[in-house]
């Protein structure tokens, strides 16, 4: 018998059949024997798979196993796992500490994780596997049932202690979502390969893989798929993922941050030069207002100007919508990336990257519904999915800071203007802000001015000695004078703000532009640096990681997917494993190997004995 064929129809191992045949007149005794792929069901009637006793089976469940570089996890005792067998009369728990679950029959039993456990756990991982065991929903659980009729079931990961999985929270943000645990990715590939990943990928710094809940679960009714003939119409399996997350850390990251704090900094001098007594500040002032083309020229009729004064002038910051940006992440709409500005970190969910990718295949979602034995690997897809979700993320991000920084740049200002004809008969004030007590002016900011938004007060005392000798002098003129403020509205106004903008933008121009120069110039550097890692890790041709979802060893040919772990080949016939995730590292050699499997299950081989 060959191994693919016999499996595929089978799925038991092939043992004699007692049964009965109904015939004319009576109950016959027969016999039937399996000796290959072909069997004669001629007849048969009286096999009762709901009997006991017909058959043994047996069946695991384990949250962890494998290798991870010189320590083989199968052997911790805290990760051993849970088997279970029954010879058809009795099932046999191994831990023989294992609970066994109530209403069972004396069939299933289960091993939770202990929290208490976490401390020896983790210490023999060395820290590089973390598994902190967060979940808020189901139990980080291992079950396994094993009847004397032939049937099954094994479970791991977050599964109820009747082998459910529960998993109701996968679609939920990123840090509502329960974690399994952290690999310190960097400094695992860093002694399986022997260099670390900064050799590898150009401003990178360190790797780690966050891994979240995971679940799997298998069933097999041996008695069910001998009557059938078809092993996997009787078999399910069945995973979950939680989340599956890629962190770096990166100095040109980092830089995002680094280039508003240094920037913001040198803001600081350039505000506190802002007084009444800058004459620079001044003449800039009225020549933008009064000059050839000035916002006013024209306006003032044939008064003429007297020596303008700088009331009040002065520029202050404001960065808490810029500190706010600091603190904040930066990510995209679609939940793809996380940057850190200021940590220097970036975080890309997996699950949503590839979820995008592979959300074309029916009934999947994230990493979830995908084929068996699908492994995760970058192409032109994927790169472009990220890209997108980077350069999408960062630019915005550096859109809102360059508008916080003008937001923070605050000015207070109030010019005051005289009007003469000959002598001074009236006083114009221009005055930032909502109207305020005498000689004052409210902050507005820079922003605000330079756009033409900014609240600005204006003013005209007439003089009163002069008053009444102007208005009998020239009527016109009097007119003119008292109705300057009416004038000053509309479009003038505009452009006296936006006059004003530019004259105190100036003061800041070179810094803000430098500002948004480098920003948009770390852009694709970014982007860069995440999709390499990417690449170097999942890539295609030449990637040093192998992260397969739903692993399965004889998968269901019409099914699809990809053939079985290479590893798996040498299970035991009529055994059919399911592990939610494998991750190993490619190139790695013994003993610095690393092959681990998250929430493996596993039914069979399930004998129909009689």
Same mark, same amino acid.
């Given at each position: ?21 109904? %015939? ?66 009795? %099932? ?14 004396? +069939? ?13 756990? *983790? ?29 099954? %079931? ?14 109701? +929270? ?152 810029? *500190? ?38 029916? !009934?999947?979602?994230?990493? @979830? ?14 790169? !472009? ?34 009007? +003469? ?79 004003? !903008? ?17 920003? @948009? ?10 999709? @390499? ?16 979802? *739903? ?37 790695? +050699? ?21």
């Amino acid at each position: 018998m060959t191994r693919g064929a016999g499996r595929r129809l089978l799925g038991v191992a092939a043992l004699p059949l007692v049964a009965a045949v109904v %015939a004319a007149g009576g109950v016959v005794a027969s016999s039937a024997a399996w000796t290959d792929v072909e069997w004669d069901r001629a007849g048969l009637a009286a096999l009762d798979c709901d009997a006991t006793g017909i058959g043994s089976s047996t069946a695991s469940g384990r949250l962890l196993g494998g290798r991870l570089l010189d320590i083989d996890l199968d052997e911790l005792v805290a990760l051993e796992g849970l088997r279970v067998s029954s010879d058809g009369l009795v %099932a046999t728990p191994d831990p023989s500490s294992a609970d066994p679950v109530a209403g069972s029959g004396g +069939t299933a039993w289960e091993d939770p994780i202990e929290v208490s456990a976490l401390g020896a756990i *983790n210490a023999d991982l060395g820290g590089l596997l973390v598994l902190p065991l967060d979940s808020e929903v189901g139990v980080v659980n291992q079950y396994a049932r094993a009847s004397g009729d032939a049937t099954s %079931a094994g479970a791991a990961g977050v599964v109820s202690d009747e082998g459910a999985i529960d998993l109701e +929270t996968e679609t939920d943000p990123e840090d509502e979502r329960p974690d399994l645990g952290s690999l310190a990715l960097g400094g695992v590939l860093e002694e399986a390969l022997g260099a670390p990943v900064s050799d590898e990928v150009v401003g990178l710094a360190d790797l780690g893989l966050s891994l979240g809940a995971v679940a799997s679960a298998v069933s097999l009714d041996g008695c069910a798929a001998a009557w059938g003939g078809d092993v996997y119409e009787e078999l399910v399996r069945e995973y979950a993922i939680a989340g599956l997350g890629l962190g770096l850390e990166s100095p040109l990251v980092g830089q995002l941050g680094g280039t508003v704090v240094s920037t913001t900094s040198a803001l600081q001098p350039i505000a506190s030069g802002v007084s009444t007594s800058s004459t620079g500040l001044l003449t800039s002032l009225v020549g933008a207002l009064t000059g050839p083309g000035g916002a006013l020229t024209g306006v003032l009729g044939g008064l003429g100007l007297g020596t303008p004064t700088l009331d009040v002038a002065q520029v202050s910051l404001d960065l808490t919508a810029v *500190n706010a940006l600091l603190d904040e992440t930066i990510g995209d709409d679609d939940g793809i990336v996380l940057i850190d500005p200021v940590a220097g970190t970036a975080a890309v969910d997996l699950a949503a990257l590839f979820g995008k990718v592979y959300e074309d295949v029916p !009934g999947s979602s994230r990493l @979830n519904g995908l084929l068996p034995n699908t492994e995760l690997l970058v192409d032109e897809a994927v790169v !472009g999915a990220l890209t997108t979700a980077l350069a999408s993320a960062v630019q915005d991000w550096v859109d809102d800071v360059v508008d916080a920084v003008a937001e923070a740049i605050k000015v207070r200002l109030r010019l005051t203007i005289p009007l +003469t004809i000959g002598v001074t008969v009236a006083k114009l004030s221009i005055a930032t802000g909502a109207a305020q007590p005498a000689g004052q002016a409210a902050p507005v900011s820079l922003a605000s001015l330079m756009d033409g938004t900014a609240p600005l007060t204006t003013d005209v005392e007439v003089l009163p000695a002069l008053g009444g000798l102007l208005c009998v002098v020239s009527a016109a003129l009097c007119d003119v004078v008292n109705g300057l403020v009416g004038a000053i509205t509309g479009p003038v106004l505009t452009n006296t703000i936006t006059a004003i !903008g530019g004259v105190v933008g100036a003061l800041f121009s070179t810094t803000l532009t430098g500002l948004e120069t480098t920003l @948009n110039g770390l852009v694709a550097p970014v982007a860069g640096v995440v999709a @390499n890692s990417l690449g170097f890790l999942f890539g295609e041709d030449d990637g040093v990681l192998s992260v397969v979802v *739903n692993a399965q060893n004889d998968p269901d040919p019409a099914a699809g997917g990809a053939p079985e772990p290479d590893d798996w080949a040498a299970l035991p016939d009529g055994r059919y494993d399911v592990s939610a995730l494998r991750i190993a590292v490619l190139g790695a +050699t013994a003993p610095l190997e690393v092959a681990l499997d998250l929430a493996r299950s596993s039914a069979g081989a399930n004998v129909v004995t009689g």
